[in-house]
């Protein structure tokens, strides 16, 4: 996936699609917000700001997450490449449809 470096709204898709992924794993797993920050030694306010797509987590977060997540850190980077794919394929549908 090619990006440029410092456009804006790639890192905010970027930031949403990590969220959306850590969110849906998070409540599979049955954890809260906070369970998931004392498992992965963060501040539960961070988990939300990274749920949320105010954060983006760096690679230690990704590894510290990933155990009580369930998954790998390569599980949790390839679930948010698929979610940027949907978005993307749902994106260039839209505009399809509406002729744009």
């Known amino acids: 996936m090619a990006a440029v470096l410092g456009n804006s709204s790639y890192y905010w898709r ?18 809260t917000q906070e369970a998931l920050g004392l498992d992965a030694q963060l501040e539960r306010n961070f988990v939300s700001l990274l ?20 998954l790998t850190p390569h599980e949790i980077v390839k679930l948010v490449e698929d ?13 399809t449809l509406r002729g744009s």
């Open 14 to 31: 970027n930031s949403v699609g990590i969220g959306k992924v850590l969110r849906r794993q998070r409540k599979a797993v049955g954890l």
């Open 51 to 70: 749920e949320l797509g105010q954060r983006q987590p760096s690679l230690g977060t990704i590894f510290k997450m990933a155990g009580p997540l369930r």
């Open 83 to 95: 979610e940027l794919s949907a978005a993307a394929g749902s994106a260039c549908r839209d505009s």
